[in-house]
């Protein structure tokens, strides 16, 4: 079993930065990807970005160039540091643990508000 805990969601304005962690505990394997995703106030959970154990990372393109996600393999820590925030960025978001690209895990999410 694997459980994910985030942290760093808050209140900011629009232009400054945030960042959030997660940190998994369990049974963590080398070939598990972890992520985030967000849901904007009534719309469907999407995905944003992953990184894979390897450090390869993706991002949705509404956020590439603004984001940037890390980890410490021996913290089993990731991480989303968020720049040039804006009022649409505005969500709870959720880390993500996929194994076999078919088994979830979530974190309990992090609100992150952004005020213009």
């Known amino acids: 079993q694997v459980q994910l805990v985030e942290s760093g969601g808050g209140l900011v304005q629009a232009g400054e930065s945030l960042t959030l962690s997660c940190a998994a505990s369990g049974s963590i394997l080398s070939t598990d990807v972890m992520g985030w995703y967000r849901e904007l106030p009534g719309k469907p959970r999407e995905w944003i970005a992953q990184?894979?154990?390897?450090?390869?990372?993706n991002y949705v393109s509404d956020v590439k160039g603004r984001f940037t996600v890390s980890q410490d393999n021996a913290k089993n820590t990731v991480y989303l540091q968020m720049n040039r925030l804006k009022p649409e960025d505005t969500a709870v978001y959720y880390c993500?643990?996929?194994?076999?690209?078919?088994?979830?895990?979530w974190g309990q999410g992090t609100q992150v508000t952004v005020s213009s």
């Open positions: 990184i894979t154990r390897g450090g390869s990372p």
């Open positions: 993500n643990l996929v194994r076999s690209w078919s088994i979830n895990f």
